[in-house]
């Protein structure tokens, strides 16, 4: 498929997939025209890439980890590295305070809502 395509169907633009590319996280056959052309697979891949940056990994470490993670499914290969396992281990803990953090400041605006509300009910 071709690159206007794949992003209409990832929802990823065509920029950020030509940037996959050059970070070596997607990549494409040329047509003789010299057009990318993606194969089907592709969607699952983009799709996961975009798992990845949402959970806040970077380009560097989504491209260690793309060969341990089966696309259709997203199930583990068994090629995982010992080292790897242990960066991504950071990256789990580092995903686990930011969820902490993000809990906390939810409770806070619950606080603020709350309030806010109950004086807006009271007439006050």
């Known amino acids: 498929m071709r690159i206007g395509e794949l ?3 990832t929802g990823v633009s065509e920029r950020s ?8 996280l997607l990549t494409a056959d040329r047509t003789p025209g010299g057009h990318r052309d993606y194969p089907e697979g592709a969607v699952d891949r983009v799709i996961r890439i975009q ?9 560097s470490k989504i491209a260690e980890l793309l060969p341990c ?3 259709a499914d997203g199930g583990p ?6 080292r790897l396992v ?3 281990s950071l990256e789990r803990d580092r995903i686990d305070r930011k969820i902490d953090e993000l809990r906390r400041s939810r409770e806070v605006l619950d606080d ?6 109950g004086g807006t009910a009271s007439g006050s």
Do not use: K
């Not at 603020?112 to 509300?117: D, G, K, L, Q, W």
């Open 69 to 71: 993670v089966r696309d």
């Open 112 to 117: 603020v809502i709350s309030t806010a509300a």
């Open 51 to 59: 798992e990845f940056y949402a959970a806040g990994l970077c380009s």
């Open 7 to 9: 992003a209409r169907r």
């Open 86 to 88: 242990s960066d991504l």
């Open 77 to 82: 290969s068994e090629i995982a590295t010992p």
């Open 17 to 24: 997939l030509r940037y996959y590319e050059t970070q070596e």
